[in-house]
């Protein structure tokens, strides 16, 4: 069945460290975001990419980086540069604003 | 500039009562519309959607739900909540350009028995 796997699904990181996401898709979408999940707030947008090669900044960019150089993956790396990373990360992707998002089960990031 | 807002953060009915969740967005034209639920731990799963036609849309797990151009809102309904629909829902909006799409901050639903 096609859909869209994060890993892993809990993630523990010291202070200071990289560390990187995985989102992979086989759906077949152009379109891949990724989105902080905190209590209260909803989910905000950190980077979206509409096509391979190409991606552009959301509303909370600072301190996180993206690629894209395959269609299928869109890892995120949660740099030292972010000072409050402990949250909930979901990896989304779409065919189009009409058929709305396939979601990833999400990582829950911890800093130790 | 395109918002979603859905007023109540916190709602708790008892299982089989009927439920509704509010939405109002703010956008230039007609947008798309979609209902998405939320259960702890896990990602989004879409409920319904709206794009076009028929203002009364039906969706999983006997949710449907209503546009109303002249109110702004897309409510969320279910005639008989079970204990097993308690999660978070968010409703979205997609814009016709740049496929991008703005969220609710969500309303949390708590099912008594």
């Known amino acids: 069945d096609g859909g869209i796997t994060q890993s892993p699904k809990y993630l523990f990181r010291k202070e200071g460290q990289n560390v990187t996401l995985s989102c992979e898709q086989n759906?077949?979408?152009?379109?891949m975001y990724w989105y902080r999940q905190d209590p209260g707030q909803g989910l905000r947008l950190i980077y979206y990419?509409?096509?391979?090669?190409?991606?552009q900044k959301g509303d909370i960019a600072e301190g996180y980086s993206v690629s894209r150089e395959k269609k299928e993956s869109f890892p995120l790396t949660v740099t030292s540069a972010q000072k409050n990373p402990t949250a909930f990360y979901l990896c989304?992707?779409?065919?189009?604003?009409?058929?709305?998002?396939?979601f990833g089960s999400g990582t829950r990031l911890t800093v130790v | 500039a395109q918002s979603v807002t859905q007023p109540d953060i916190h709602i708790t009915v008892s299982e089989g009562a009927s439920l509704e969740l509010r939405c109002n967005y703010s956008y230039g034209a007609t947008p798309y519309l979609f209902w998405y639920v939320q259960s702890p731990g896990q990602g989004l799963q879409l409920l319904l959607k709206y794009f076009s036609g028929d203002t009364l849309v039906q969706g999983i797990k006997g949710f449907e739900a209503e546009f109303k151009r002249s109110q702004s809102s897309f409510n969320l309904r279910k005639p008989s909540v079970h204990w097993s629909d308690a999660a978070e829902y968010f409703c979205?909006?997609?814009?016709?350009?740049?496929?991008?799409?703005?969220f609710g901050t969500g309303t949390s639903l708590t099912v008594i028995p």
């Open positions: 989304a992707s779409s065919i189009g604003a009409a058929y709305g998002y396939t």
């Open positions: 990419s509409q096509i391979v090669n190409d991606f």
């Open positions: 759906l077949n979408h152009d379109a």
């Open positions: 979205a909006v997609g814009a016709y350009t740049g496929n991008q799409f703005y």
